[in-house]
């Protein structure tokens, strides 16, 4: 009895459709990783009184994507969004050609002016944001959805 509940559970684990899916379905050895399901976002930028981006962030649970996280060094401003943050899996963070394979991360802090490349598989459905800490403005923060 058991081994028959274990193989139905199998047959309707293949038969019912997927909520959602990465951006190709031909991985290959990258698997995730792989080109095919990899999307660059625009970029977020950091100025003093200038929004954090133009429009909300959509993304897809199991897709791969590049972001730069930019500071045009008009102010120290820092961007933070713990909850988004673990809802990825970031594969690098890169900072002036470092490149960091984080455990986790909470947020970034910017001095002066530069630039952060961040790679990541988004994971976790659900509605984050980044913000800059301390604003109120709707502008000084995106609204990130993973679907």
Same mark, same amino acid.
């Given at each position: ?35 095919? $399901?990899?999307?660059?976002?625009? !970029?977020?930028? =950091?100025? #003093?009184?200038?929004?954090?981006? %133009?429009?909300?962030? /959509? ?36 900072? $002036?050609?470092?490149?960091?394979? !984080?455990?986790? =991360?909470? #947020?970034?802090?910017?001095?002066? %002016?530069?630039?952060? /490349? ?30």
């Amino acid at each position: 009895m058991r081994i028959l509940f274990m193989i139905g559970l199998l047959v309707l684990s293949f038969a019912m459709p997927a909520q959602s899916a990465p951006l190709c379905d031909k991985f290959g050895f990258a698997g995730l990783l792989a080109k095919c $399901n990899r999307e660059t976002l625009p !970029p977020i930028t =950091l100025a #003093s009184g200038k929004p954090l981006a %133009e429009k909300p962030l /959509h993304l897809q649970s199991g897709a791969y994507y590049k972001i730069d996280i930019v500071s045009d060094g008009s102010a120290e401003l820092a961007i933070a969004g713990p909850e988004f943050f673990r809802a990825v899996w970031v594969n690098e963070v890169v900072i $002036n050609d470092l490149e960091i394979r !984080p455990l986790g =991360l909470d #947020s970034f802090e910017f001095d002066d %002016e530069g630039v952060i /490349h961040m790679s990541f598989i988004a994971i976790k459905p659900g509605r984050y944001e980044l913000k800059i800490p301390g604003s109120t403005g709707e502008s000084q923060r995106v609204e990130i959805s993973i679907q």
